[in-house]
C-alpha cells in the first residue's frame, strides 16, 4: 500500500500544468484520493446496490476524526437508503451553508465497461470506476475539506453541513433530498447550498469556463404503447405494433425542439464571446442574441450546447412481441426529455404527439414530474467564485449556466433554499462519460478542485468574505 501510494504521488508530482499553489497539501490530497477510493467501490446503484455502507463509512470517518455523535445523523426512507448528514459548527453569525452530494450512482455492468466500474482505478492521469464524476468526486471533497477545516481549528461565523444522500439518479420515495426535507428539514436548512451541476469546461485542451448553475433543465418520462391483436407470424400485416412504434421514433430522431435562449444561457454565451476568437465568438455573440443560424451552428459544436439551446426527447428504452412466432400485441418504447424551464409539460406533450403522427400511439406521462424555480444570480457568490477561479486558472471566465440535466437542487429550490451547482472539476465538453461507458475524471481536476471547493467554502464560512 505505501508503494502505491508513492507511486501515486510520483504521478501527481508529473503531472503537467499543476501549479503548486492550485494543489491541497499531500496529506490532504491522500485523505481525499482515499474517501473516493473507498466510495466509488461501494455498490450503490439504485436498484442493485444501496447507499447505507457509504453513510456508514463517511460516519466512521468522521467519529475517527472526532466529530460528536449528535453532529452525526445517519438515516434514511428505508433501511438501504440511508444519508449521512454532519454538522460543523460555527459562531452562528450567519445561517448554516449547506454541502450537497449524492451517494447513488447509475448502474453499470462490467462486460460494457474496460475496467471493473466498482473497482477504482487510476490510470493515464485519470481516476475510473462507477460515479466518479457523478458524484462521488465532490462527495469525498466535501468530507476530506470538512475534516481539514476541523484539523486546521477553523472558526466560522455559520455552521457547515455536509449531506451526502441517497437516490438521486433515482428519485421515487427514497430520494435522499425530498425525505429530508419532508422529516428533518432542520438538518438541512441553510442559507444557500452548493451541489453538483456547474462545472469546468475543456474544449481541444483548453479551459473554457468554471460554471455556477443557478437553473436546470426538469426531466419527463414519456411511455409510448402500441396495442394490437396480434396474430400467426406466419400471416403478416401490414398493421404492425413494432412497425407503428418504429415510424414514430423514427420521425422523432430526425426531430429537433426549436433553438432558443433563456435569461440564463443569453447570459453563458455573451460572457464565453468575451474569452473567444475566431468564428466561435460572433457565434456566440449573435446566439445570445437571438440568431437563430448562429444557435444552429453552436450546437453542431458540441452535444452540451445544443441541449443548452434546445429541450430534448431521446428514446432510451424498447420492449415488444411475446413470441418469436407471433405478431406483437404490444410495442412500447420510453423516451426521455429534458425540458427547458420555460416550455410547459403540456407543450411538449403536444409537439410529441404531433411529430408521431400516428394515433395508434399512445403518450402518457410516466411516474412524477418535479421541477424548482432557478435561484436568484447571487452576485456576491459569482464575485468569490471568479475570484477564486482567476486565481487558480487565470483567464478563465466564471460563468452562470443552465444545467442540461436535473439535481436534488430543484428540491431545495423549490423548499424556498436558493442552490447553485459549483465543483471545479474540468471536463471536456466532448467527452463527457457520466452515466455512461467508462466513466472518469482526471487526476489533476480532482485535486485542482479539491483546492477550489476548500477555498470557496471557507471564504463563504468566515467573517467578511462571502455573501
Given at each position: ?37 473507498q ?31 449528535p ?14 448528514i ?96 419532508k422529516?428533518?428539514?432542520d ?26 448553475q443557478?437553473?436546470?433543465?426538469y ?11 396480434g ?30 435562449t ?57 420492449e ?29 406533450q403536444?409537439?410529441?404527439?404531433r ?16 421541477r424548482g ?26 460563468v ?27 471536463i ?40
Open positions: 500500500m505505501a508503494e502505491m501510494r508513492s507511486l501515486s504521488l510520483l504521478v501527481l508530482l508529473a503531472l503537467p500544468c499543476l501549479a503548486a499553489d492550485s494543489m491541497p497539501p499531500a496529506a490532504d490530497r491522500q485523505l481525499a484520493r482515499d474517501i473516493f477510493k466510495i466509488v467501490e461501494i455498490k450503490s446503484g439504485y436498484t442493485t446496490g444501496a447507499t447505507t455502507p457509504v453513510a456508514e463509512a463517511i460516519a466512521a470517518r468522521l467519529k475517527a476524526e472526532g466529530f460528536p455523535d453532529d452525526i445523523f445517519v438515516g434514511g426512507a428505508i433501511p438501504t437508503k440511508a444519508n449521512v454532519v454538522r460543523y459548527h460555527g459562531t452562528g453569525a450567519r445561517k448554516p451553508i449547506l454541502l450537497l452530494a449524492h451517494e447513488d450512482v447509475v448502474e453499470a455492468r462490467r462486460e460494457d465497461w474496460s475496467l471493473d466500474p466498482f473497482t477504482f482505478t487510476e490510470q493515464d492521469r485519470y481516476f475510473y470506476g462507477r460515479g466518479t464524476m457523478d458524484d462521488k468526486a465532490q462527495a469525498a471533497i466535501w468530507i476530506a475539506n470538512l475534516i481539514r477545516y476541523k484539523r486546521e481549528g477553523l472558526r466560522p461565523d455559520r455552521d457547515i453541513i455536509v449531506a451526502l444522500t441517497a437516490d438521486e439518479e433515482g428519485g421515487g420515495p427514497y430520494n435522499g433530498v425530498d425525505w429530508l426535507l422529516n428533518h428539514r438538518l438541512i436548512d441553510a442559507e444557500l447550498a452548493l451541489n453538483e451541476g456547474g462545472f469546468g469546461e475543456e474544449l481541444n485542451g483548453k479551459r473554457i469556463d468554471n460554471q455556477v443557478p437553473s436546470e433543465k426531466m419527463i418520462n414519456f411511455r409510448l404503447e402500441v396495442h394490437n391483436k396474430g400467426h407470424s406466419s400471416m403478416p400485416v401490414p398493421d404492425n405494433a413494432i412497425y407503428h412504434l418504429a415510424g414514430a421514433l423514427d420521425r422523432l430522431s430526425k426531430f429537433g425542439f426549436p433553438l432558443k433563456n435569461e440564463v444561457t443569453r447570459e453563458y454565451f455573451a460572457r464565453l464571446a468575451d474569452f473567444q476568437a475566431g468564428p466561435l465568438k460572433n457565434d456566440f455573440t449573435q446566439g445570445s442574441q437571438g440568431s437563430t443560424e448562429a444557435m444552429t451552428r453552436v450546437a453542431a459544436v458540441s452535444p452540451m450546447w445544443n441541449s443548452m439551446l434546445r429541450t430534448t426527447c431521446v428514446a432510451t428504452q424498447l415488444g412481441g411475446h413470441a418469436m412466432n407471433a405478431l406483437p400485441q404490444l410495442a412500447a418504447a420510453t423516451v426521455n426529455c429534458r425540458v427547458l424551464p420555460e416550455d410547459s409539460v403540456e407543450h411538449v403536444s409537439t410529441l404527439e411529430v408521431f403522427d400516428d394515433k395508434q400511439v399512445t403518450v402518457k406521462i410516466a411516474g412524477d414530474v418535479s424555480p432557478a435561484s436568484p444570480l447571487n452576485p456576491a457568490l459569482m464575485k468569490t467564485v471568479a475570484r477564486i477561479t482567476d486565481s487558480l486558472w487565470p483567464g478563465v471566465p466564471t452562470p449556466v443552465m444545467l442540461v440535466a436535473a439535481t436534488d437542487g430543484r428540491f431545495l429550490r423549490a423548499a424556498g433554499i436558493p442552490t447553485y451547482g459549483v465543483q471545479g472539476f474540468f471536456d465538453i466532448n467527452d463527457i462519460r457520466m452515466h455512461g461507458r467508462d466513466e472518469r475524471l482526471s487526476v489533476r481536476s480532482f485535486y485542482e478542485g479539491q483546492t477550489f471547493l476548500y477555498e470557496l467554502v471557507k471564504s463563504l464560512s468566515t467573517p467578511n468574505s462571502g455573501p
